[in-house]
């Protein structure tokens, strides 16, 4: 098989702008064996027999399902919760509804960015992934979006904030309450309270209608919009910040069919995946491709960069950035970048989407350019990059 150093067309070639970085800071959990085989990953994501493990899931308290994020769920439980609110993500709600608020959002960032000359790029790709998010789950009665925007990253920051030992923990619960407290009054409280008055299509309304409680209901708008929001920033910069340096790749993009233009996105997402590894623990037996076994109660750790650029599904130079890779391998998708089986991402679709029409819009400006490159740090609790510091600039309306 040829590896990636013996690439008979791009010998040693490497577009991955976060791979030396992962490579340095990925920390898989203690004990947890680590998946890199595309296939084995992908059985072991997909089994009824795995369960959500890594990052907290180990320490919640499962004996109160309807407590806990659906994140944080398995079986039947997962899927009664992901099945309620399914149609929000689906590909007709995308068209007819969030399509809507995508133009309406990327109308507002034009005239900022055409008003201001110059602009942070990943400031105006949060404030397209917030007002998505926000229109999915319900977040639409706040005093600005702006606001809420702020107030949601500043708890989602409270896990990068957080410091080790006794004083940290304490430190990092204080902010948290507080944090958490600013944005159910000013963001969840009026939100549900104007779906009670009159409910909608969206996540609020639906937990209205299933009586959820008070905290399960500020623990799902927060994985919802940590999931849609925090990665769909990154993955928007990532993707811009890979067009502006290759030329003919902007041309295609912008020259394509809307297919082509979600092949270009998938093939960055499968060499950048923002999420890099994920977690499951074996309730029973589990058997997987190439030999892979899990004993019950053994922890596996799926790499999804290492899956993404294994070269029984990718071919030879799994890392060129190839947007005919899929199509040629007959391969669906994304590789495994969103997930797989029952946790599999549930607003991929969402995401590329939004990211697809950000970037149309964008490069079609008069006089659009990077002035200058991001950097690109790690962010531990997520085991993903960040990109911040890119700044872009058009001519003025």
């Not at 899927?79 to 969030?98: E, M, N, Q, S, Y």
């Not at 650029?309 to 890392?319: H, N, R, S, V």
Request: aromatic share 6%; proline share 5%.
């Amino acid at each position: 098989m040829t590896t990636a150093t013996a690439c008979p067309v791009h010998q040693g070639r490497d577009d991955r702008k976060s791979g030396a970085l992962a490579e340095a800071h990925l920390a898989p959990q203690k004990g947890a064996r680590l998946v890199t085989s595309f296939a084995a990953g992908r059985d072991i994501l997909r089994s009824a027999r795995v369960r959500q493990a890594g990052s907290t899931a180990e320490a919640v308290d499962l004996s109160k399902p309807d407590e806990i994020s659906f994140f944080f769920l398995d079986g039947e439980l997962h899927r009664k919760r992901r099945a309620a609110v399914a149609g929000l993500f689906a590909p007709k709600a995308i068209v007819t509804r969030h399509r809507v608020v995508m133009e309406r959002t990327m109308d507002k960032i034009v005239a900022r960015l055409q008003a201001q000359g110059s602009a942070a790029l990943d400031e105006l790709s949060w404030i397209m992934a917030v007002d998505v998010a926000a229109e999915i789950i319900g977040l639409t009665d706040s005093d600005s979006s702006e606001n809420l925007a702020l107030r949601v990253k500043r708890v989602l920051d409270s896990s990068i904030e957080r410091k080790p030992g006794r004083l940290g923990n304490l430190v990092f619960n204080l902010k948290m309450l507080l944090r958490v407290s600013r944005f159910y009054r000013h963001d969840m409280a009026p939100a549900i309270a104007a779906r009670r008055k009159a409910p909608r299509e969206d996540v609020i309304s639906t937990m209205i209608e299933a009586n959820f409680s008070k905290k399960t209901m500020i623990m799902e708008c927060l994985s919802y919009g940590g999931a849609g929001m925090m990665t769909t920033r990154e993955f928007i910069v990532m993707c811009a910040w890979h067009l502006f340096e290759k030329q003919a790749l902007r041309e295609r993009f912008l020259g394509g069919p809307e297919e082509d233009q979600f092949a270009i996105l998938e093939e960055i997402l499968r060499l950048e995946p923002v999420a890099s590894l994920l977690h499951r623990r074996a309730a029973e037996p589990v058997e997987a491709a190439d030999g892979q076994t899990l004993a019950p109660g053994e922890l596996a750790c799926v790499s999804l960069r290492a899956v993404n650029t294994d070269e029984a599904i990718t071919g030879a130079c799994p890392y060129e950035l190839d947007p005919d890779r899929a199509k040629r391998m007959k391969v669906n998708g994304p590789y495994l970048s969103f997930g797989d089986g029952p946790h599999r991402c549930p607003g991929a679709q969402v995401a590329l989407h939004e990211t697809r029409l950000f970037l149309e819009r964008m490069f079609r400006l008069p006089g659009i350019r990077l002035l200058s490159e991001p950097t690109v740090s790690w962010n531990p609790f997520i085991q993903g990059y960040e990109l911040r510091g890119a700044r872009i600039a058009c001519d003025p309306a």
